[in-house]
């Protein structure tokens, strides 16, 4: 083998391995995104909404709801599940990851445990790519509020970078949302999400 063959392999296999990584990375990231999106963007509904009109069933399953279930308590599966096919919700997504907003000791030392440096942005996508976010049923990604209409709105959503392990055992990612008053003051929620790898897939830690 010539020198100059030797160089353009050894190209070929730097940018075949350059590339596999950051598609493996992007598939942990997109993996990661959808658990987050398929389990924090959702309804949370009380039965008060019920009262209010807001939520469309029958009047036996009015009258069941009102009987049941106490304003401090979340709607059951059945429940939920009615409500989640009987309407159309809407949120707004970022297609931006920010960097993580949590900073208490609590979570430092969590992720200082398991290895994650959260100043390391181990991530290199900053957008996010949404033909490849899987959306849930009659719950509707939205651009912005103009394409609300008659949806149900959840709210304003954002994801942050994803923070992995060294070995990519161990994931952390915030998902943050920003709630809206009728004075256009806002209010920020962010809830720190801790997630590990299992036989090759992803869950909630």
């Known amino acids: 083998m010539s020198l100059l063959s030797k160089k353009t392999f050894f190209a070929i296999i730097v940018l075949f391995l350059f590339v596999g990584c950051n598609k493996n990375v992007n598939n942990d990231e997109y993996e990661i995104i959808n658990i987050l999106n398929k389990t924090y963007i959702k309804p949370i509904i009380r039965t008060k909404i019920l009262r209010h009109n807001q939520i469309k069933l029958s009047q036996q399953d009015y009258d069941l709801a009102e009987g049941i279930f106490p304003d401090r308590f979340l709607l059951d599966s059945l429940w939920y599940s009615k409500f989640i096919s009987n ?32 100043k390391v942005q181990t991530s290199k996508t900053n957008k996010i790519d949404f033909s490849k976010i899987e959306e849930n049923q009659n719950i509707i990604r939205v651009q912005d509020s103009t394409q609300i209409g008659e949806k149900i709105f959840l709210g304003n959503f954002i994801i942050s970078q994803i923070y992995f392990d060294n070995k990519k055992n161990y994931a952390y990612a915030e998902i943050t949302k920003i709630h809206y008053n009728k004075d256009n003051h806002h209010s920020i929620e962010s809830l720190p999400i801790t997630l590990r790898k299992i036989n090759g897939k992803w869950s909630m830690k």
């Open 87 to 118: 309407n159309k919700f809407c949120y707004i997504l970022s297609d931006s990851l920010i960097a993580a907003i949590r900073n208490d000791r609590t979570t430092k030392e969590m992720n200082a445990f398991l290895g994650i440096d959260m």
